[in-house]
């Protein structure tokens, strides 16, 4: 630029000396007409050059305009680039569920790089927006978190901040003081954070709201743009389309189960295989028994057919035409000479991928009725009469000849009722929409085939009451055999398997209740049997030696002080029922829905004053000896047989129970016996004493030895996992880390062995000092925390810092904590809870560690304390662990002149006590123990 402008200056002095050269020249030498002429001349030249620069100027400025246009268009275009990659990549980051809270927190740097922002955050709604959770945080370099802080906020208390976002869509404060007075909650919160502007939108799934995202800055105030509130809602959509995606990929995978479940419950052959490789992928229950093996990873003609190629019969090319559609075929297997009514269909697999479903239906049984009818036309009615299923004769003009006695028991017609196929037509399918579709059908079949199926349909009996058939037919000699499979039984089978789920967690509950009393087994038993088949009210009742009812439990309790009548009253009723003897003496489930005027006649006065219209009534049995009885009453619809099934399941269970109450009996009675041997043992004491001696000495010598190389697997496997030995792929990468921790694991193991050995050699020194316990106790739950990153939990943390010091060695103590903090989360399923609490009480510092984990029986909490004790095997297996850390903590905090105990409720979590004495005090003898 200084070079152009040099130029133009010395151009234009030149000029100037030029025209001062033709004006002298003009005034010194030119005279008369060639003044005129020059001067005319001199004019033009000048107007010439005025209008040339004015020229040269106007194009400058054009060019300069245009220039600066490019400009700006070209960085737009580079600030559009830059968003589009950046929300490609995020597209491309939430477009699968796996890890998607990682996923979550990378998009969210991105964002917040890409709009400058300090923090972006993530919040749920959680039940119907009474709770807010900060769920997913980034934060820019410098600027402080707030995640814990913004966990549990009651809904409540924000609902100017809920309904603003409902109802414009969007919350963009430029300057915090500026917020209306209705807002003042919202104001405190954002204060305490240090904010100075945000902005945020809402996020939906299913057209409710669910939660809200934005962004905050917290050094200096900002007013975000149009294109940043856009990036937001671009985002928010992302974040919404994924937290669904992941939803249904978690409620297809349910369903998945659940299917997969109802499979292994059928007794028949059923499995899933891929149509292009033949691959089985899934073989039911039933098939693998058929086959003595899994064929899982088979071919499927390799499986079922023991071939070395695909069969000749082989339907996959018709299903994956037509995957909409099920294709029923019929197919004789030669290898286990049955017949199979087949149906194939393609559906979709858990990858997404399209695949092969199977199901077999043995309908051998059916085929040999045939072959058997067509070769003997003169034995055929009796075998008919003898068949298992529902078999009817029709001749060419559509009239039955012929019903079997299982058709009429079924359908409760007779062939003078229904004594032609449109009589048939009218009568068993009244619905004149679906009596026209099974018409057509069974039309298109017939016309085409001379056996066949001719579809599966549910039929009206005569007593009102549905049937799900399966219809088979046979043209021969001008006639038709119409042949019925009746699929009810196990269509309601497969119904009362969701049922039964319910019933497996009572019986599981009630398997757990040996230690307490038959009365209070029986009122657990009761309370479920109401629950489990919608009753309103029940009693159970036990005999006494005498076969007379000794005492019985209702529900709910005030039934009976309601009516005036007592416990004697009720059992006399029930005795003098007249179809008490018959419960007594069939030793099977009575079931009353609908009783008749001699069963109201007949009934006690106490049952109709308390007004029972229905009743199951189940016995419990003891060595097949009647010793008690369950029975639920008024329930809304008819009890069913499936309803008697899970109070006979209960009764059966109770009786085993009652078995084995009496079998405590007798164990004490035999304990007197084992009394009178103690004093053997106390002998063989001594023997073990010293045997427990070389236990520890082997103990600690061989953790030792495990210690020594163990050092050199961890050291090396971190150099692996940090990649200083050469880069790692993701599979790689996730093998190193299970190593690293399954090492860290067992370091962690040996070192409670080798302590336990020291403990019990009285080896061991304490180096005492003054310390912060919060900040031992902090430092545990942080190592925990760290090693469950993938578990849901709320962590909620108390220990105030101003704790007075103890004295004690940091390390074992950090132990105790590591011990006890791993435990809670090692027992709270995901979406738990974990408190840690601190404070200073008259006898020392109170720590207290709550779950909300599976909890302990109380006949076991003592137990727990003891060296390598486990609640059960099965622990040991899903959570890992030797039974050892519980007794090490114990003896540690005792060793430190503390206490240490264990609060906990089966099935509803367990809270863990550590007391220690202040610094410079004695412990307090009142601490519980």
Same mark, same amino acid.
């Given at each position: ?521 029986? !009122? ?17 009742? $036990? ?61 006690? +006065? ?79 004491? +001594? ?15 061989? !953790? ?120 809670? $989360? ?104």
């Amino acid at each position: 630029m200084k070079n152009k402008a040099g130029n133009q200056l010395v151009l234009m002095i030149l000029f100037f000396l030029m025209l001062l050269a033709i004006v002298l020249f003009h005034v010194y030498i030119l005279e008369g007409e060639q003044k005129l002429i020059w001067m005319v001349f001199l004019a033009i030249l000048i107007f010439f050059v005025i209008v040339h620069n004015l020229k040269v100027t106007a194009l400058k400025k054009d060019l300069e305009a245009e220039v600066q246009k490019n400009k700006d268009v070209h960085d737009r275009l580079i600030v559009k680039y830059k968003i589009e990659s950046t929300l490609s990549k995020i597209s491309s980051v939430l477009s699968f569920t796996d890890n998607l809270d990682e996923k979550i927190e990378e998009s969210l740097g991105m964002l917040g790089e890409l709009c400058s922002a300090d923090r972006a955050y993530v919040f749920r709604l959680i039940d119907n927006g009474n709770t807010i959770n900060n769920t997913h945080e980034w934060c820019a370099n410098g600027v402080k978190p707030q995640k814990e802080m913004l966990q549990n906020l009651p809904g409540s208390d924000y609902q100017w901040w809920l309904e603003k976002l409902t109802a414009e869509g969007a919350i963009h404060i430029k300057d915090i003081e500026e917020l209306p007075p209705e807002a003042e909650k919202e104001k405190e919160i954002l204060l305490s954070q240090d904010i100075k502007s945000l902005i945020s939108l809402p996020f939906c799934i299913e057209n409710g709201i669910t939660g809200f995202i934005g962004f905050d800055n917290v050094r200096e105030a900002n007013e975000w743009t149009k294109q940043d509130i856009e990036i937001l809602n671009t985002y928010a959509n992302m974040l919404a389309m994924a937290f669904r995606k992941k939803s249904i990929a978690e409620e297809l995978n349910l369903e998945r189960k659940q299917l997969l479940s109802i499979f292994d419950s059928i007794e028949e052959p059923v499995y899933v295989s891929d149509p292009c490789t033949h691959e089985i992928l899934y073989a039911n229950k039933f098939l693998k028994q058929v086959l003595g093996e899994n064929p899982l990873g088979k071919k499927c003609y390799q499986a079922l057919q023991k071939s070395n190629e695909p069969c000749n019969f082989c339907t996959n090319s018709i299903i994956l035409r037509n995957k909409n559609q099920v294709h029923k075929w019929e197919y004789h297997n030669p290898i286990t000479e049955k017949d199979y009514l087949v149906l194939d269909k393609i559906i979709k697999w858990t990858d997404g991928s399209e695949v092969r479903l199977e199901m077999a239906h043995d309908i051998t049984e059916i085929k040999q009725a045939e072959i058997t009818i067509k070769e003997s036309e003169e034995n055929f009615k009796k075998i008919i009469d003898n068949s298992p299923l529902p078999i009817a004769i029709m001749n060419s003009c559509g009239e039955f000849e012929y019903t079997n006695h299982k058709l009429i028991e079924m359908i409760g017609y007779t062939i003078d009722d229904i004594p032609t196929i449109s009589e048939w037509w009218d009568t068993v399918y009244p619905d004149p929409d679906y009596r026209r579709i099974a018409q057509e059908n069974w039309k298109e079949i017939s016309s085409k085939n001379d056996t066949g199926i001719s579809g599966e349909w549910i039929i009206k009996c005569r007593d009102g009451s549905e049937r799900q058939v399966i219809v088979y037919f046979a043209k021969t000699n001008g006639n038709v055999l119409f042949i019925i499979n009746d699929l009810t039984e196990l269509k309601n089978a497969q119904s009362a398997l969701m049922i039964d789920e319910s019933c497996l967690e009572t019986l599981h509950e009630l398997s757990y209740m040996n230690g307490l009393s038959i009365d209070n087994i029986g !009122s657990f038993a009761l309370k479920e049997g109401i629950k489990l088949t919608g009753s309103k009210t029940g009693v159970i009742g $036990f005999f006494g030696e005498n076969k007379k009812l000794s005492s019985i439990i209702t529900k709910p309790e005030y039934l009976l002080k309601t009516y005036g009548f007592t416990d004697n009253d009720l059992m006399c009723g029930l005795e003098s029922c007249h179809r008490w003897r018959e419960l007594l003496e069939s030793k099977k489930p009575l079931i009353l829905n609908e009783p008749g005027e001699m069963e109201l006649a007949g009934c006690p +006065d106490i049952f109709k004053k308390i007004d029972i219209w229905s009743y199951l009534a189940t016995p419990i049995l003891y060595e097949n000896k009647v010793v008690g009885f369950l029975a639920v009453a008024n329930k809304k619809d008819d009890y069913t047989k499936n309803d008697a099934r899970q109070i006979e399941l209960i009764t059966q269970m109770m009786g085993g129970m009652i078995l084995l109450k009496h079998s405590e009996n007798e164990l004490k009675i035999y304990n007197r016996k084992l009394e009178d041997t103690n004093d053997e043992l106390r002998k063989v004491n +001594d023997e073990l004493q010293s045997l427990d001696e070389m236990k520890s000495n082997f103990l600690s010598n061989m !953790s030792h030895e495990l210690k020594t190389p163990l050092i050199s697997i961890m050291g090396f496997g971190e150099l692996v996992g940090d990649e200083a030995l050469g880069p790692l792929n993701k599979e790689q990468k996730r093998a190193m880390k299970v190593v690293n921790s399954n090492s860290d694991q067992l370091k962690r193991l040996i070192e409670s062995l080798l302590f336990m050995s020291s403990l019990q050699a009285k080896n061991y020194e304490y180096e005492y000092s003054k310390l912060n316990l919060p900040q031992i106790v902090e430092k545990a739950l942080s190592i925990i925390s760290m090693k469950n990153t993938d578990k849901q939990l709320t962590v909620e943390y108390n220990v105030p810092d101003s704790l007075p010091f103890v004295s004690g060695d940091s390390n074992y103590l950090c132990e105790v904590f590591i011990h006890l903090i791993d435990n809670a $989360f090692k027992f709270t399923p995901s979406g738990g809870k974990i408190s840690i609490f601190g404070k200073h009480e008259d006898i020392g510092i109170h720590i207290i560690i709550e779950d909300t984990g599976i909890g302990i029986p109380d006949t076991k909490i003592m137990k727990t304390f003891d060296s390598f004790y486990q609640l059960d095997g099965s622990l040991t297996r899903r959570y890992g662990g030797t039974g050892i850390g519980l007794n090490l903590c114990k003896r540690i905090t005792e060793d430190h002149g503390g206490k240490l105990w264990i609060e906990s409720i089966e099935g509803v979590g367990t809270k863990v006590h550590v007391i220690l004495p202040v610094m410079n005090t004695v412990l307090n003898p009142s601490i519980p123990s």
